[in-house]
């Protein structure tokens, strides 16, 4: 088992930054990426940025050039910095945990991210 702690997230203005965390714990041996998702209201929950074990990262298009994923492997801790951040990146965010290109096996509780206009 892997537990996810994510902390960060809150109110922000549009054009703002927020910085969110994610530390695992347990069994960490068991991943090889961790992702970041979101899930807005009344829509479906989607990949937002993933980060492998070598460093490889993805982005979804409409973060691209403004989200940065990163990870300091002796903390076992990601991180997801965003910049010029938009109403529409209002959501929930979720830390996942997972193995190749399988659906994330470990999901934290997720944090509340709010761009006000």
């Known amino acids: 088992q892997v537990q996810l702690a994510e902390s960060g997230g809150g109110l922000v203005q549009t054009g703002g930054s927020l910085g969110l965390s994610c530390a695992a714990s347990?069994?960490?041996?068991?991943?090889?990426?961790m992702d970041w998702y979101r899930q807005a209201p009344g829509k479906q929950r989607e990949l937002v940025a993933r980060?492998?074990?070598?460093?490889?990262?993805y982005y979804t298009n409409s973060v691209k050039g403004r989200f940065t994923i990163s990870r300091d492997n002796a903390k076992s801790t990601v991180y997801l910095q965003m910049n010029a951040l938009k109403p529409e990146d209002t959501a929930v965010y979720y830390c996942?945990?997972?193995?190749?290109?399988?659906?994330?096996?470990?999901w934290g509780q997720g944090t509340q991210v709010t761009v006000s206009s």
């Open positions: 996942s945990a997972g193995l190749a290109s399988r659906p994330p096996i470990y």
């Open positions: 980060i492998t074990n070598s460093g490889t990262t």
């Open positions: 347990g069994n960490i041996g068991s991943i090889d990426r």
